[in-house]
């Protein structure tokens, strides 16, 4: 089956850097596209960035243009997100999703579990 494992959150101070990790397993990585969504506390859910299944196109939210960059390793199955910048509003628990767009938010059976992040000083 499906499976996503976040890893790389944490605790980071405002201004910080992190840089998450999804191992991706049961299913061929390389195949599809891969995104990562965000909840905040009391918010909705957030498409933050996508990529495609070849790496050759990328998304990303308004909010973190600039400051994100998606990447993946189509031979370690691995999804990756280098998040600098940080800022107080970006706390939130962060997901691994399959697919792109509304697709990847949709379709909680195909999420990890999630890493959060916090970034406090």
């Known amino acids: 089956q499906v499976q996503l494992v976040e890893s790389g959150g944490g605790l980071a101070q405002p201004g910080g850097s992190l840089r998450l990790s999804c191992a991706a397993s049961g299913f061929t990585f390389s195949t599809y596209a891969m995104s990562w969504v965000r909840q905040a506390p009391g918010k909705g859910l957030e498409w933050v960035s996508g990529i495609y299944s070849d790496g050759s196109d990328t998304y990303y939210a308004d909010s973190v243009k600039g400051r994100f960059t998606i990447s993946r390793d189509n031979a370690k199955n691995t999804l990756y997100l280098q998040m600098n910048s940080l800022k107080h509003e970006e706390t939130a628990l962060y997901y691994c999703?399959?697919?792109?767009?509304?697709?990847?938010?949709?379709?909680?059976?195909?999420w990890g579990q999630g890493t959060q992040v916090t970034v406090s000083s």
């Open positions: 999703a399959r697919g792109w767009g509304v697709t990847a938010t949709m379709q909680r059976k195909y």
